[in-house]
């Protein structure tokens, strides 16, 4: 295989150009495009849409695209999640106030109180590091939004595209462990969150978020209090000193900077958890409907999706060579089944090898080989299928106020030469 090589950039214009023919991307590619006729309506090729603005984040490696600023924002490109584990320095950035500075753990605290707690207790971090036992999952955090710049018309909000999600290894407490300790009555039906970091306005009575799980997805063995990350601190732009871990449902259930947990016999009412904050219609609507908010559901686990990760989109493939395509899957609270890759814009799919998860709400890996019927322009497209038999669609999902859970099948370009 040749180096990574990308492929001309169309300029914004040209991206623009939805219903050109094959002769104008050709052009564009410098190549013809094998299998064009077979490209879903109203689609570009994905070699003609691909950007990086290269900004830094401390901490974090310097090829994550940053959204926003004011919140930090920042997603990684498919081809920097090629690890089982996701490191550290590449797990994306979801920010919605600013993070806490100067933080000192000697004297973090964590208080469990609510009308569904027997009692209100206070934990140290070191107390809850000695007084518990320890647990270390693989887990996969995903935005509720990922995909979201795909919908048209557009929804509300930074516009990520594939890589606003990880799946690092998370160690901790668990949050069932805890809640036991304090005590929770029968009436309990759900948990919300507080943390410490502060509103965009500089308001001390304004929370950024406050979200949180019903109280079966709290007492599962996977949901934890996390102070690790890949056996390190974790970073201060993803939570540290402290922080709850929901595998595979969205991750803004997942509150960084942890100082309060509260205890609830009604769906928590915090901060970004009514109106239309991660929701979505009910039954499907019209692309730029207005949903009243009671025709809005909550979002709980993720659906099917996943990623290819090798080779990086835009690559040069010797014709007489085989090529290495890999990546991951996952979904929810449930388990990838299948896994398949198409050439020729979904007309027919292979089935690729897929590992079994490290744990419970943890991605899956998969890893096939593509032959390539002549030199051109291609994509290589991914998809998953669910242990319900439940698959990602081709295209976009239904169209949502918010921009949420876009699970269309991942594409790369590949020119053959």
């Not at 995903?142 to 799946?167: D, I, L, Y």
């Not at 019903?214 to 949901?223: G, H, Q």
Request: net charge positive.
């Amino acid at each position: 295989m040749t180096p990574v090589k990308p492929i001309a950039k169309a300029t914004s214009s040209s991206r623009r150009q939805f219903l050109k023919g094959t002769g104008y991307y050709a052009a564009l590619l410098g190549c013809e495009i094998v299998f064009f006729k077979h490209l879903p309506k109203g689609m570009i090729p994905i070699a003609l849409a691909q950007e990086n603005n290269g900004f830094q984040i401390p901490g974090k490696d310097p090829n994550l695209v940053v959204l926003n600023d004011r919140p930090i924002n920042a997603e990684t490109p498919a081809h920097l999640l090629d690890d089982a584990i996701t490191p550290a320095s590449r797990l994306f950035v979801r920010n919605n106030g600013i993070p806490p500075a100067n933080v000192d753990t000697a004297s973090w605290t964590l208080t469990i109180e609510g009308e569904s707690a027997k009692q209100r207790k206070t934990y140290t971090l070191a107390q809850l590091k000695q007084r518990f036992k320890h647990y270390t999952y693989q887990l996969t955090l995903e935005c509720g939004g990922n995909g979201r710049s795909e919908f048209s018309p557009p929804a509300k909000g930074n516009q990520w595209s594939t890589g606003a999600v990880g799946c690092p290894e998370w160690t901790g407490v668990r949050l069932a462990d805890v809640l036991n300790d304090v005590g929770i009555k029968s009436s309990a039906v759900y948990i919300g969150y507080y943390g410490k970091d502060t509103h965009l306005s500089g308001d001390a009575h304004k929370d950024p978020i406050s979200r949180g799980v019903p109280i079966n997805k709290a007492l599962e063995p996977e949901s934890l209090i996390a102070w690790a990350m890949n056996g390190e601190d974790l970073p201060a732009m993803n939570g540290h000193p402290l922080r709850l871990v929901f595998g595979g449902w969205p991750a803004s259930t997942s509150g960084k900077w942890l100082d309060r947990i509260v205890v609830r016999d009604q769906v928590h009412d915090g901060a970004k958890m009514t109106g239309t904050a991660y929701r979505v219609p009910f039954k499907p609507v019209a692309p730029g409907a207005k949903v009243a908010d009671e025709d809005m559901c909550i979002i709980h686990a993720m659906p099917a999706k996943s990623l290819i990760t090798h080779p990086k989109s835009g690559i040069l493939q010797p014709l007489s060579d085989k090529m290495t395509v890999r990546g991951h899957a996952w979904v929810g609270d449930q388990a990838v089944k299948n896994m398949a890759i198409s050439i020729d814009f979904g007309q027919t799919w292979q089935t690729v090898s897929l590992s079994k998860a490290a744990n419970r709400n943890a991605w899956q890996h998969w890893q096939g080989q593509l032959s390539f019927p002549q030199k051109g322009y291609y994509e290589v497209w991914a998809k998953a299928t669910d242990s319900n038999g439940k698959s990602q669609p081709m295209v976009l999902p239904g169209w949502n106020p918010k921009g949420y859970l876009n699970n269309a099948c991942h594409r790369i370009a590949v020119q053959v030469v």
